[in-house]
């Protein structure tokens, strides 16, 4: 017959294990959720400008590619903390370049269709803190403008 007590430990231990296989499933995994919307959401804003006509559809691809890149490193179970920074850094260059081209086409449809790649993109700046001038984020907070 088996101790008790050595069941507990058995068990205790598994659940241990359980937890630290867990933990290293989610380095980075409170942003992997937005992540993954600012990549969807950056798609089909790509797709939607595809048309040459939008005077905006380069930096859109562009922007949909660097989510992809962004996404990849924040699943990277090897990405440290820095190279998620950096990924986020020149994800946020291609971001305001976009932010940019559509503030300038003063198009309704263009800024709406920004808004869930506005809202992903603020929620990874958040996570990962690095809203340098907070121009965009003071727009979230203080008025709906998209």
């Given amino acids: 017959m088996v101790a008790p007590k050595s069941i507990s ?7 241990f294990l359980i937890f630290l296989a867990g933990c290293a499933t989610t380095t980075h995994g409170s942003l992997t959720t937005s992540a993954d ?17 939008y005077s905006y559809s380069r930096e859109a691809r562009e922007l949909a590619d660097q989510t992809h890149d962004f996404r990849r490193t924040v699943t990277d179970r090897r990405a440290d903390d820095r190279e998620v920074k950096d990924a986020f850094d020149a994800l946020s260059h291609d971001y305001h370049a976009l932010r940019d081209r559509v503030d300038r086409a003063d198009n309704r ?11 992903a993109y603020l929620d990874i700046e958040r996570v990962v803190g690095t809203d340098r001038d907070g121009r965009y984020a003071e727009d979230r907070h203080s008025h709906d403008r998209y």
């Fill in 37 to 53: 919307r600012l990549e969807r959401s950056a798609d089909v804003l790509a797709r939607d400008a595809s048309d040459d006509s």
């Fill in 9 to 15: 430990a058995a068990m205790a231990s598994s659940v």
């Fill in 109 to 119: 449809q263009a800024s709406l269709d920004l808004r869930p790649v506005t809202e």
